[in-house]
């Protein structure tokens, strides 16, 4: 991975792994410590990784390898620990949690006193890693929030002056999409690059996300070779929820024709075919009780959503600003209701075994993407019947 292909946060770490792995083969010394900038954590476990890989051997483990956090440790414990040598390991590599409680309230000189006076005279059997994930860095620096950006400057000015600064910086959608590629030509699979987009899209770039679905994505493409776009949607939950929420976006905008090229794509993308049908209705039916909460709460902006839609009845964040918008297409709460009669209708005669399920699918979504018909106005004498019928 060169500097030029990749984003700031990837060209980072390969070069604190170039660093360790140089200093771990003896062909450069070993800076006595670190600063892990960022909240992105996905390349932090990469960080983690290498170190333990080049200084923490298995078997001593349990004595070379310290997680220290400066809640409930004070940095003078932590310096002495790495002042003191282990009996049991030749080598000490102690993570510091917490860095934030260093820059808390108050001058903290004694603190930073101490440090000073560790890096003149550092031990060279241990390193220093400090886990500064109070930060948010995004892939793009220049805009970085200003709170993050002093906190920044504020790192470099006292911790970065002994030691090399890492910064873990969010992960752009492009890296993203090119290192799910790369990663899947590792295991000898092709990634087609409409399949990368839509992972990195169903799953707005969490790159832990990512790289767990991934390796569900090159199990399930062992022995084809290749992941599709197809295998996306079928193994991912958020690509199934995203393509769900364009077809409902279609409902509620009463565009029939784009409403049942969707479906059929759904229905296509499935290697369960016309059997997944019941799926797909608990999930269309899913949709329009939480559009019917969204629109009897009168949500208006996604922050209010987190508390109209209960734990376990809540949307992936990428879809609450479509959901509240489909939601507030429909007039009145009659309209949506109407929906969940015949999403209800449906269920009871695809649990009937119909000749065609996908048949009574797409029924059911042409009448869903349909302008509700007005009730027919009753006649005169109808109205004085009703009047007159007693109770």
């Known amino acids: ?7 700031a946060g990837f060209s980072a770490v390969t070069r604190f792994v170039g660093e360790i792995e140089a200093a771990a083969a003896g062909r450069s010394q070993l800076r006595p410590g670190y600063v892990l900038a960022g909240d992105e954590i996905f390349l932090h476990d990469r960080c983690r990784a290498a170190v333990i890989k080049a200084f923490v051997p298995a078997d001593l483990r349990d004595f070379c390898l310290s997680d220290l956090d400066l809640g409930s440790t004070t940095i003078f414990e932590v310096l002495d620990c790495a002042q003191t040598p282990s009996l049991m390991a030749p080598f000490q590599v102690i993570f510091v949690r917490n860095v934030r409680q260093l820059y808390t309230r108050g001058a903290k000189k004694d603190e930073f006193a101490a440090l000073d006076r560790y890096f003149r005279s550092p031990n060279p059997q241990a390193l220093l890693l400090f886990v500064a994930d109070f930060l948010r860095i995004p892939s793009d620096s220049r805009r ?29 959608e492009e890296d993203a999409m090119r290192w799910a590629v790369s990663t899947a030509q590792v295991s000898d699979i092709r990634m087609e690059p409409d399949a990368a987009r839509e992972l990195v899209d169903a799953l707005g770039a969490d790159m832990m996300l990512v790289a767990s679905e991934l390796e569900k994505l090159l199990l399930y493409a062992t022995g084809r070779g ?13 690509a199934k929820q995203r393509s769900l929420f364009e077809l409902t976006d279609a409902i509620s905008a009463h565009d029939r024709v784009r ?16 059997d997944a049908a019941i799926g797909h209705l608990y999930m269309l039916a899913r949709t329009f009780r939480q559009m019917l909460v969204i629109l009897e709460k ?11 839609l209960w734990q376990g009845f809540r949307i992936p964040p990428f879809a609450a600003d479509d959901l509240i918008r489909q939601a507030r297409r429909y007039k009145s709460r009659r309209d949506l209701t109407r929906a969940l009669r015949l999403i209800a209708r449906v269920d009871l005669e695809l649990r009937s ?7 009574v699918l797409e029924r059911l979504v042409y009448e869903l993407a349909s302008e509700p018909r007005p009730a027919a106005p009753l006649w005169p004498s109808a109205q004085l019947s009703f009047e007159s019928l007693p109770g």
């Open 1 to 7: 991975m060169s500097g030029s292909r990749w984003g």
């Open 144 to 172: 970085m929030e200003m709170d993050d950006r002093n906190r920044y400057e504020r790192l470099t000015e006292t911790l970065g002056e002994h030691c090399g600064m890492v910064e873990l910086a969010r992960v752009g």
């Open 226 to 238: 290749r992941i599709t776009l197809g295998d996306v949607e079928t193994m991912v939950l958020g």
């Open 259 to 274: 409403a049942l090229a969707l479906l059929h794509g759904l229905l296509n993308s499935s290697d369960a075919g016309e």
């Open 298 to 308: 009168n949500v208006r902006d996604s922050r209010a959503i987190w508390q109209a």
């Open 353 to 359: 075994s119909p000749p065609d399920k996908r048949l």
